[in-house]
Structures are given as C-alpha cells and as structure tokens.
Nanobody
Framework: QAQLVESGGGLVQAGGSLRLSCAAS????????MGWFRQAPGKERHFVAG????????DYADSVKGQFTISRDNAKNTAYLQMNSLKPEDTAVYYC????????????????????WGQGTQVTVSS
C-alpha cells in the first residue's frame, strides 16, 4: 500500500513559479517510478512528468519541457515538480502517482505503470 499527499499548489501570477511536493508513505518508495499528471477543468487527465526509481531517467510532456523539472529525494520519500514561467494554461489539478513495478525501466509516461494516486493539488495561474 502507498499513500501519496501532494502539497504546494496555489494561486500564482503568470510568469511565476511553484514547487509541488508529493510525500509518500510507501512500501520502499525508492524502488518505484513517480509521475505527475494534471487535469484541467472539463478535460482529461494528462501526463506531465515522470522520474525513474533512482532519479536517473526523466520524461516530460512536450508542453512542459524546459519549463517544469521533476526530481525526487528518496531519503525523504518525496517527489517534486518545480514549475517555472507558469502560464494560465497550466491551471489544473496536479496529481502525483507511484509506479507498481520495482526498478521499472519502461516508458515513464505509461499510465498503466502507475497504480497509486494522490488526492491532487490545485494550481491556478492568473493572467
């Protein structure tokens, strides 16, 4: 079992930054990939960023490459999403997710790999 709790969301002006955190009380957090997804109002949930169990591999949606950075601190059982140069179109509920395969080496954007989800944190970017 794993429990994931996101924090760090809020209201920010366009061009600003936020850092989201995802604290995991998990079965061996360091063995599993972590991902961030987002869901805008009236839209489907989409992959944003993923990071491998050891932090050596990352993947990003094209829309956030160069703007967002995913990282993790396995000693703290926490994953992060640093979001810079925020735009109104980044407004969404952001969810973190934990993988289900130990030492996963596959596609980090693969939805099917993630089986634990946090409750989400709202990010609102004003113009």
């Amino acid at each position: 079992q794993a429990q994931l709790v996101e924090s760090g969301g809020g209201l920010v002006q366009a061009g600003g930054s936020l850092r989201l955190s995802c604290a995991a009380s998990q079965r061996a957090f360091s063995r599993y990939a972590m991902g961030w997804f987002r869901q805008a109002p009236g839209k489907e949930r989409h992959f944003v960023a993923g990071i491998s169990w050891n932090g050596l591999r990352t993947d990003y949606a094209d829309s956030v490459k160069g703007q967002f950075t995913i990282s993790r601190d396995n000693a703290k059982n926490t994953a992060y999403l640093q979001m810079n140069s925020l735009k109104p179109e980044d407004t969404a509920v952001y969810y973190c997710a934990a993988g289900q395969t130990q030492y996963y080496s596959g596609d980090l954007s693969n939805w099917n790999e993630y089986d634990y989800w946090g409750q989400g944190t709202q990010v609102t970017v004003s113009s």
